[in-house]
């Protein structure tokens, strides 16, 4: 009998501009990309958090969960600190998930550029998708 934890499962993207097409869209393809890469369903969310820095205000991010699906699970999002050496126009997602696996078997996607937020958990068991390539676990 496996034993279900509440997990965190991460991610984040960047935008080239503030406008609320791109806000929501990118924020789409990540949660879309987490989703996948973890077999993610609605059902086993207890809730999701979003954020975006300082200099992204144009739409609510959370608003993407409609995009792919989900209309049951607790949202909420928020305004990240800002920081002089911070990654701008960034959305991150972190999913509290009901799950049996192990923390070392989820896999953390970070997507356009925003692998520079955590060069320390690459390559291990995670998922990296940028413009110019993708590496897997």
Same mark, same amino acid.
């Given at each position: ?8 499962? =991460?991610?984040? *993207? ?7 097409? %791109? !806000?929501?869209?990118?924020?789409? +393809?990540?949660?879309?990309?987490? !989703?996948?890469? @973890?077999? !993610? ?15 992204? &205000? ?5 608003? #993407?969960? =409609? ?17 002089? &050496?911070? %990654?701008?126009? *960034?959305? =991150?997602?972190?999913? $509290?998930? &009901? *799950?049996?696996?192990?923390?070392? +078997?989820?896999? $953390?996607?970070?997507? $356009?550029? #925003?692998?520079?937020? =955590?060069?320390? %958990?690459?390559?291990? @068991? ?5 413009? +110019?390539? +993708?590496?897997?676990?």
């Amino acid at each position: 009998m496996s034993v279900l934890m509440c997990r965190g499962v =991460r991610g984040a *993207t960047t935008v080239s501009d503030n406008t609320a097409e %791109l !806000i929501v869209s990118a924020t789409a +393809e990540l949660l879309g990309a987490m !989703i996948a890469a @973890n077999g !993610i369903e609605e059902e086993q969310v207890a809730s999701v958090f979003f954020t975006t820095t300082p200099d992204l &205000n144009m739409a609510y991010p959370a608003q #993407a969960a =409609r995009k792919v699906g989900w209309w049951s699970v607790a949202l909420i999002g928020a305004q990240e600190i800002e920081t002089p &050496n911070g %990654l701008p126009m *960034t959305i =991150r997602i972190l999913i $509290h998930w &009901n *799950t049996s696996k192990t923390l070392n +078997e989820i896999v $953390h996607v970070y997507m $356009h550029g #925003a692998e520079k937020l =955590r060069p320390d %958990l690459y390559p291990k @068991n995670k998922l990296v998708l940028s413009d +110019e390539k +993708e590496k897997q676990p």
